[in-house]
C-alpha cells in the first residue's frame, strides 16, 4: 500500500513538471521561503518584527522618505540618507574637581548637492550627565542659527535636536529679514516648510519658492559638560534623506521594506497553517459523509450547509471585534469557516471510490472503518487535497489582511494586512504615498499567485478535460 | 411542479436563517447582553437625574429604590435575569422579527438611534452598488469565457488565464486602493469617496448624474477584477460541454461552429454558467463587502468599519444578521434560478 501511494505521487510530480505556471509557482514558494529564512540578513532593521511598533526603535531613520531607487528615474534627485560623523573637534578643559568643566567643540560638515532637500536633519548628542550646549547651523552664506539646551538628569541620555521639530522657528527668524517684507510679516511661521527654506538662497520668495543652494552647510556644536563625570558618548548629524532603504518609509519612520520582509513570515504561517487544518478536516470530514452514507451523510450535509450559508468575512470581522483574538486564535477561527471548501468534491469523489470491490473486500475481511477511511479513501484523495490546500492559502492571507485593515488584526505582530491598514488610516492613498501602498499589496497579490500557479497546475492534472478540446 | 420546489427551497432556506441567527445569539450573547445592561444603566441613571430636578427634595434612599426597582423593571421587560438558554431563545426571536434594539454610539442619517433604521438605509446603497457590478461582471465575464471557449489552449485563453491566476489572492480593497490613487489623486477624473458631492445637486438630472460619476470608480473596480473569474468559470464549462458526444454529432453533421456554440453548447451549458457565476459573485460580494470602506460608500460593509471603529456592538451585530440573511436569500433565489433553467433539479427535489 505505501509503495502504491509513493508511486502515485511520484507520476503525479512527474505530471506536474510538465506544466509551467506549476514550476513559477513552486520558484516563487521557494524565494518566498528564502525571504523567511534570510530575513535577519535582508532586512536592515533587525528587530523591526518584534518592535514594529515601537516608535522609538524608528527614531532614527527618516520620515515619509522614498524608496532609494526612485533617484534612478528622476533628473531631480532626492537626498540620500547619511550620518555625518563630527570633521574636526576640540576639547577644552577648566576647573577641576568637582568644578570641572570640559567644553567639546565639534563640526559637522554637510555637502549638500542639487536637489530636493532632506526632509530633516537630526543633531544627536549621547550624553552621560549633565551639560549645556549650543547648536549653530551655518550656511554657505554665511546666514545661521542657533539653538541652545542642556540636560540636566545624571546617567546617560540621548539629546535628539530635530531642524523640522525643534528649529524651524530658527530658519524662520534667520531667513525672514530676506523675504519679502510684506509677505514677511503675514506669513505664519508654523506654515513654512523649514528645510526647504534651510537650503535655499536667501532672497525674496525663499519661503514660496525656494531656489535650492548647494554647497557645505555646517553644524557646529559646543557642549559644556559639567562635573567630573559628565561625558559625551556619541555624537552624530544625521541627514534625514529623501530616499532611504529599499522600499522608503512610511509616517511613523518604519522601514517598510523590513516591514514586508517580517510580514512575508506571517503570512506563509497563516496562509499554510489555516489551509493545512481546513483542508485536513475537510477532506476527513467529506470522505466520512460519503462513506457513512445514509442518516450520517444527511446530518453531516445539514452541518455543512450552516456553514456554507454565513457570509465568511462578516462573521470573522464581527467575532475579532467582540473576542479580540491572538493570530492564533485567529488561525482557529478561520478553520471554522474554510474548512467547508474541499468537502463537496471529496464527498463526491468517496462516493465513487466505495463502490470499488477492494474495499468490499476490505469491509469482508473484518477492516474497521477508521482503517478503511485512512488507508484506502483518503490517500487516494491527497492530490486533490494538496491542490485544494494550495488554493485555499490565499483566502486565508487575503482574510487576515481584510481583518487587519478593519483594525481588528493582532497587533504584537507585523502583517502586510497591517501595514496597508496605517497607510489606508494616515490617508496615504490620498496623499499618492504609492510607496507605502503598493508594496505590501504587491506581497499579498504575489503569494497569492504564487498558491494559484501550484493549486491550478495541480487542478489541469486531475481534470485532464480542462485542458484543450 | 415547480412551485412546489420553490416553497421547499424557500422554507429550507428559512430554516437554515433561524439556525444561523441562533448560532450568532449563542456566540454573542454575553456580550450582547453586557452592552444591554450598560445601555439601561444609562437610560435610568438619565431618569433618576430628571427626577431629581423635578423633585429637589427627596431622600437619597428613595431615589435609589426607584432606581432599584426602575432597573429590575427593565431587566425583566428585556429578560436579563433568566437563565442563559431563555436569554439566547428571546435574543434569537427579536433578531428574527429585526427587532435589534438601539445602539450605543451610531446615529442615522436623520439622527436617530434605532439599529433597524441605520441599517435599512444603508441596504439599497450595497445592493445598488453590487448589483450593477455584477450586471456588468457577468455581460463581461460570460463574453470573454466564450471568447476564450473557442480558442482554448491558444495565446488569448493561455494570457486570460494567466491573469485569472495572478488576480487570484488579491484583495480588491487594495484594487480600490490603487484605483483611487491613479484616477483620483495622480489623474484626478473621479471622485475618490462617497456618494455624492457635497452639496449634491439639486435636480433629479444632475443628482443622478453625480451618483453615477461617484458609482463609476468603485464599479470598475469590482468588475475588472471579478470578470475573469467569470470567463474562467464559462470557459471550463463550455469546453467540457464541447467535449461530448452531442457535439460530435453536430459536427459530424457540418453545422458550424457558430451554431454549435450558441445552439447546441450554450443551451446545455448555459444553467450552470448562471449559477455557478451568480453563486461566485455572491460568496465573493461576502468577502468584498469591506471594500465599501474604501471609498467610503455608506452602505452594509462600510458600517462594518465604523460600528468596529466605535465598538457599537448592537449595530455590529444586526448588520452581521442583515447581510447573512441576504447571503441566504441571494443563494436561495440562485437555486430557484438553477431549477427554473434546468429541470432536472426539480425531479431530485435536492438543491
Not at chain 1, 185 to 212: H, R, W, Y
Not at chain 2, 148 to 164: F, P, Y
Not at chain 2, 184 to 195: G, H, K, L, R, T
Given at each position: 500500500?505505501?509503495?502504491?501511494?509513493?508511486?502515485?505521487?511520484?507520476?503525479?510530480?512527474?505530471?506536474?513538471?510538465?506544466?509551467k505556471?506549476g514550476?513559477?509557482?513552486?520558484?516563487?514558494?521557494?524565494?518566498?521561503?528564502l525571504?523567511?529564512?534570510?530575513?535577519?540578513?535582508?532586512?536592515?532593521?533587525?528587530?523591526?518584527?518584534?518592535?514594529?511598533?515601537?516608535m522609538?526603535?524608528?527614531?532614527?531613520?527618516?520620515r515619509?522618505?522614498?524608496?532609494?531607487?526612485?533617484?534612478?528615474?528622476?533628473?531631480?534627485?532626492?537626498?540620500?540618507?547619511?550620518?555625518?560623523?563630527?570633521?574636526?573637534?576640540?576639547e577644552?578643559?577648566?576647573?577641576?574637581?568637582?568644578?570641572?568643566?570640559?567644553?567639546?567643540?565639534?563640526?559637522?560638515?554637510y555637502?549638500?548637492?542639487?536637489?530636493?532637500?532632506?526632509?530633516?536633519?537630526?543633531?544627536?548628542?549621547?550624553?552621560?550627565?549633565?551639560?549645556?550646549?549650543e547648536?549653530?547651523?551655518?550656511?554657505?552664506?554665511?546666514?545661521?542659527?542657533?539653538y541652545?539646551?542642556s540636560?540636566?538628569i545624571?546617567?546617560?541620555?540621548?539629546?535628539?535636536?530635530s531642524?523640522?521639530?525643534?528649529?524651524?522657528?530658527?530658519?524662520?527668524?534667520?531667513l525672514?529679514?530676506?523675504?519679502?517684507?510684506?509677505f514677511?510679516?503675514?506669513?505664519?511661521?508654523?506654515?513654512i516648510d523649514?528645510?526647504?527654506?534651510?537650503?535655499?538662497?536667501?532672497?525674496?520668495?525663499?519661503?514660496t519658492?525656494?531656489?535650492?543652494?548647494?554647497?557645505?552647510?555646517?553644524?557646529?556644536v559646543?557642549?559644556?559638560?559639567?562635573?567630573?563625570?559628565?561625558?559625551?558618548?556619541?555624537?552624530?548629524?544625521?541627514?534625514?534623506?529623501?530616499?532611504?532603504?529599499?522600499?522608503?518609509?512610511?509616517?511613523?519612520?518604519?522601514?517598510?521594506?523590513?516591514?514586508?520582509?517580517?510580514?512575508t513570515?506571517?503570512?506563509?504561517?497563516?496562509?499554510?497553517?489555516?489551509?493545512?487544518?481546513?483542508?485536513a478536516?475537510?477532506?476527513i470530514?467529506?470522505?466520512?459523509?460519503?462513506?457513512?452514507?445514509?442518516?450520517?451523510?444527511?446530518l453531516?450535509?445539514r452541518?455543512?450547509?450552516?456553514?456554507?450559508?454565513?457570509?465568511?468575512?462578516?462573521?470573522?470581522?464581527?467575532?475579532?471585534?467582540?473576542?479580540?483574538?491572538?493570530?492564533?486564535?485567529?488561525i482557529?477561527?478561520m478553520?471554522?469557516?474554510f474548512?467547508?471548501?474541499p468537502?463537496?468534491?471529496?464527498?463526491?469523489?468517496?462516493?465513487?471510490?466505495?463502490?470499488?470491490?477492494y474495499?468490499?473486500?476490505?469491509?469482508?475481511?473484518?477492516?474497521?472503518?477508521g482503517?478503511i477511511?485512512?488507508?484506502?479513501?483518503?490517500?487516494?484523495?491527497?492530490?486533490?487535497?494538496f491542490?485544494?490546500?494550495?488554493?485555499?492559502?490565499?483566502?486565508a492571507?487575503?482574510?487576515?489582511?481584510?481583518?487587519?485593515?478593519?483594525?481588528?488584526?493582532?497587533?504584537?505582530?507585523?502583517?502586510?494586512?497591517?501595514?496597508?491598514?496605517?497607510?489606508?488610516?494616515?490617508?496615504?492613498?490620498?496623499?499618492?504615498?504609492w510607496?507605502?501602498?503598493?508594496?505590501?499589496?504587491?506581497?499579498i497579490?504575489?503569494?497569492?499567485?504564487?498558491?494559484?500557479f501550484?493549486?491550478?497546475?495541480?487542478?489541469?492534472?486531475?481534470?485532464?478535460?480542462?485542458?484543450?478540446? | 411542479?415547480?412551485?412546489?420546489?420553490?416553497?421547499?427551497?424557500?422554507?429550507y432556506?428559512?430554516?437554515?436563517?433561524?439556525?444561523c441567527?441562533?448560532?450568532?445569539?449563542?456566540?454573542f450573547n454575553?456580550?450582547?447582553?453586557?452592552v444591554?445592561?450598560g445601555?439601561?444603566?444609562?437610560?435610568?441613571?438619565?431618569?433618576?437625574?430628571?427626577?431629581?430636578?423635578?423633585?429637589?427634595?427627596?431622600?437619597?434612599?428613595?431615589?435609589?429604590?426607584?432606581?432599584?426597582?426602575?432597573?429590575a423593571?427593565?431587566?425583566?421587560?428585556?429578560?436579563?435575569?433568566e437563565?442563559?438558554?431563555?436569554?439566547i431563545m428571546?435574543?434569537?426571536?427579536?433578531?428574527?422579527?429585526?427587532?435589534?434594539?438601539?445602539?450605543?454610539?451610531?446615529?442615522?442619517?436623520a439622527?436617530?438611534n434605532n439599529?433597524?433604521?441605520?441599517?435599512?438605509?444603508r441596504?439599497?446603497?450595497?445592493?445598488?452598488?453590487?448589483g450593477?457590478?455584477?450586471?456588468?461582471?457577468?455581460?463581461?465575464?460570460?463574453?470573454?469565457?466564450?471568447?476564450?471557449a473557442?480558442?482554448?489552449?491558444?495565446?488569448?485563453?493561455?494570457?486570460?488565464?494567466?491573469?485569472?491566476?495572478?488576480?487570484?489572492?488579491?484583495?480588491?480593497?487594495?484594487?480600490?486602493?490603487?484605483?483611487?490613487?491613479?484616477?483620483?489623486f495622480?489623474?484626478?477624473?473621479?471622485?475618490s469617496?462617497?456618494?455624492?458631492?457635497?452639496?449634491p445637486?439639486?435636480?433629479?438630472?444632475?443628482n443622478?448624474?453625480?451618483?453615477?460619476?461617484?458609482?463609476?470608480?468603485?464599479?470598475i473596480t469590482?468588475?475588472?477584477?471579478?470578470?475573469w473569474g467569470?470567463?474562467?468559470i464559462?470557459r471550463?464549462?463550455?469546453?467540457?460541454?464541447?467535449?461530448?458526444?452531442?457535439?460530435?454529432?453536430?459536427?459530424?453533421?457540418?453545422?458550424?461552429?457558430?451554431r454549435?456554440?450558441?445552439?447546441?453548447?450554450?443551451?446545455?451549458?448555459?444553467?450552470?454558467?448562471?449559477?455557478?457565476?451568480?453563486?461566485a459573485?455572491?460568496?465573493?460580494?461576502?468577502?468584498?463587502?469591506?471594500?465599501?470602506?474604501?471609498f467610503s460608500?455608506?452602505?452594509?460593509?462600510?458600517?462594518?468599519?465604523?460600528?468596529?471603529?466605535?465598538?457599537?456592538?448592537?449595530v455590529?451585530?444586526?448588520?452581521?444578521?442583515?447581510?447573512?440573511?441576504?447571503f441566504?436569500?441571494?443563494?436561495?433565489?440562485?437555486?430557484?434560478?438553477?431549477?427554473?433553467?434546468?429541470?432536472?433539479?426539480?425531479v431530485?427535489?435536492?438543491?
Amino acid at each position: 500500500m505505501k509503495g502504491a501511494r509513493f508511486d502515485q505521487l511520484r507520476t503525479f510530480w512527474a505530471e506536474f513538471r510538465r506544466v509551467k505556471s506549476g514550476l513559477v509557482g513552486l520558484a516563487l514558494l521557494g524565494v518566498f521561503i528564502l525571504i523567511v529564512l534570510l530575513a535577519p540578513w535582508l532586512s536592515p532593521y533587525s528587530q523591526a518584527d518584534k518592535r514594529w511598533r515601537d516608535m522609538t526603535y524608528w527614531i532614527d531613520s527618516p520620515r515619509d522618505a522614498r524608496p532609494l531607487w526612485v533617484n534612478w528615474f528622476t533628473s531631480r534627485k532626492y537626498t540620500e540618507t547619511q550620518t555625518i560623523n563630527a570633521a574636526s573637534s576640540k576639547e577644552t578643559i577648566t576647573g577641576s574637581g568637582s568644578s570641572t568643566m570640559r567644553i567639546e567643540e565639534m563640526e559637522f560638515p554637510y555637502q549638500y548637492k542639487a536637489g530636493y532637500p532632506p526632509n530633516d536633519i537630526m543633531i544627536k548628542l549621547g550624553v552621560t550627565g549633565r551639560s549645556s550646549y549650543e547648536v549653530l547651523i551655518v550656511r554657505p552664506d554665511g546666514k545661521q542659527m542657533s539653538y541652545r539646551g542642556s540636560t540636566t538628569i545624571e546617567g546617560a541620555q540621548v539629546v535628539r535636536l530635530s531642524v523640522v521639530e525643534t528649529l524651524a522657528s530658527r530658519v524662520y527668524a534667520a531667513l525672514a529679514p530676506s523675504e519679502d517684507p510684506a509677505f514677511a510679516a503675514q506669513k505664519d511661521p508654523t506654515q513654512i516648510d523649514p528645510m526647504s527654506a534651510l537650503f535655499a538662497k536667501a532672497q525674496p520668495g525663499v519661503f514660496t519658492n525656494p531656489v535650492n543652494v548647494p554647497g557645505t552647510y555646517t553644524v557646529k556644536v559646543k557642549l559644556a559638560l559639567i562635573g567630573p563625570d559628565a561625558k559625551l558618548d556619541t555624537s552624530q548629524v544625521l541627514v534625514m534623506g529623501g530616499v532611504s532603504g529599499i522600499l522608503g518609509t512610511d509616517d511613523g519612520k518604519r522601514d517598510l521594506w523590513s516591514g514586508v520582509v517580517a510580514g512575508t513570515k506571517w503570512a506563509l504561517l497563516l496562509g499554510l497553517l489555516t489551509s493545512l487544518i481546513s483542508v485536513a478536516v475537510g477532506v476527513i470530514y467529506g470522505v466520512a459523509s460519503g462513506y457513512f452514507g445514509g442518516w450520517i451523510d444527511a446530518l453531516m450535509n445539514r452541518i455543512y450547509e450552516v456553514f456554507t450559508s454565513i457570509p465568511l468575512l462578516p462573521i470573522l470581522i464581527v467575532m475579532s471585534a467582540v473576542f479580540k483574538p491572538s493570530i492564533w486564535i485567529m488561525i482557529l477561527v478561520m478553520c471554522v469557516f474554510f474548512w467547508t471548501g474541499p468537502v463537496k468534491t471529496v464527498r463526491s469523489i468517496a462516493l465513487q471510490i466505495k463502490e470499488n470491490a477492494y474495499i468490499e473486500a476490505a469491509r469482508g475481511l473484518g477492516a474497521s472503518h477508521g482503517r478503511i477511511l485512512f488507508r484506502h479513501l483518503v490517500p487516494q484523495l491527497l492530490p486533490f487535497a494538496f491542490a485544494s490546500m494550495a488554493l485555499s492559502v490565499p483566502g486565508a492571507i487575503v482574510t487576515e489582511s481584510s481583518l487587519s485593515l478593519i483594525g481588528l488584526g493582532d497587533a504584537t505582530v507585523v502583517t502586510w494586512g497591517q501595514i496597508l491598514r496605517d497607510a489606508f488610516g494616515s490617508g496615504a492613498v490620498l496623499k499618492g504615498v504609492w510607496w507605502w501602498v503598493v508594496p505590501p499589496g504587491l506581497a499579498i497579490a504575489v503569494m497569492g499567485m504564487t498558491f494559484a500557479f501550484i493549486g491550478f497546475a495541480m487542478d489541469t492534472i486531475l481534470n485532464p478535460r480542462l485542458k484543450t478540446r | 411542479m415547480y412551485w412546489k420546489y420553490v416553497v421547499r427551497r424557500i422554507l429550507y432556506a428559512a430554516l437554515i436563517m433561524v439556525v444561523c441567527v441562533f448560532i450568532f445569539s449563542a456566540l454573542f450573547n454575553t456580550v450582547a447582553d453586557k452592552v444591554m445592561r450598560g445601555q439601561i444603566d444609562e437610560q435610568v441613571k438619565g431618569e433618576i437625574v430628571q427626577i431629581q430636578k423635578s423633585n429637589r427634595g427627596m431622600h437619597p434612599e428613595q431615589l435609589q429604590a426607584i432606581r432599584d426597582q426602575r432597573t429590575a423593571q427593565l431587566y425583566a421587560q428585556y429578560h436579563l435575569n433568566e437563565p442563559m438558554m431563555q436569554r439566547i431563545m428571546y435574543r434569537t426571536l427579536s433578531s428574527l422579527v429585526f427587532n435589534f434594539g438601539t445602539s450605543t454610539q451610531m446615529k442615522s442619517l436623520a439622527g436617530s438611534n434605532n439599529v433597524n433604521t441605520i441599517i435599512y438605509e444603508r441596504i439599497p446603497r450595497t445592493l445598488l452598488l453590487f448589483g450593477v457590478a455584477a450586471v456588468l461582471d457577468i455581460i463581461l465575464g460570460v463574453w470573454l469565457g466564450l471568447v476564450k471557449a473557442r480558442r482554448a489552449g491558444k495565446m488569448m485563453d493561455r494570457s486570460t488565464d494567466l491573469v485569472t491566476m495572478v488576480l487570484f489572492g488579491l484583495p480588491l480593497w487594495w484594487l480600490g486602493m490603487m484605483f483611487i490613487m491613479l484616477f483620483a489623486f495622480a489623474i484626478p477624473i473621479f471622485p475618490s469617496s462617497a456618494m455624492h458631492a457635497s452639496p449634491p445637486p439639486a435636480d433629479a438630472l444632475g443628482n443622478f448624474l453625480d451618483l453615477m460619476h461617484h458609482l463609476a470608480l468603485p464599479v470598475i473596480t469590482i468588475v475588472l477584477f471579478g470578470f475573469w473569474g467569470r470567463a474562467y468559470i464559462t470557459r471550463n464549462l463550455v469546453v467540457s460541454t464541447l467535449q461530448e458526444d452531442f457535439i460530435m454529432s453536430a459536427r459530424a453533421r457540418g453545422l458550424s461552429e457558430r451554431r454549435i456554440l450558441f445552439g447546441h453548447t450554450l443551451r446545455s451549458a448555459a444553467p450552470p454558467i448562471v449559477t455557478m457565476s451568480l453563486l461566485a459573485l455572491v460568496v465573493s460580494i461576502g468577502g468584498g463587502l469591506i471594500f465599501e470602506g474604501i471609498f467610503s460608500w455608506p452602505g452594509l460593509g462600510n458600517l462594518y468599519w465604523q460600528a468596529v471603529q466605535q465598538n457599537d456592538v448592537p449595530v455590529l451585530m444586526a448588520d452581521l444578521m442583515v447581510t447573512t440573511v441576504l447571503f441566504i436569500a441571494c443563494l436561495a433565489f440562485l437555486d430557484l434560478i438553477y431549477g427554473f433553467l434546468d429541470p432536472r433539479v426539480k425531479v431530485g427535489g435536492k438543491a
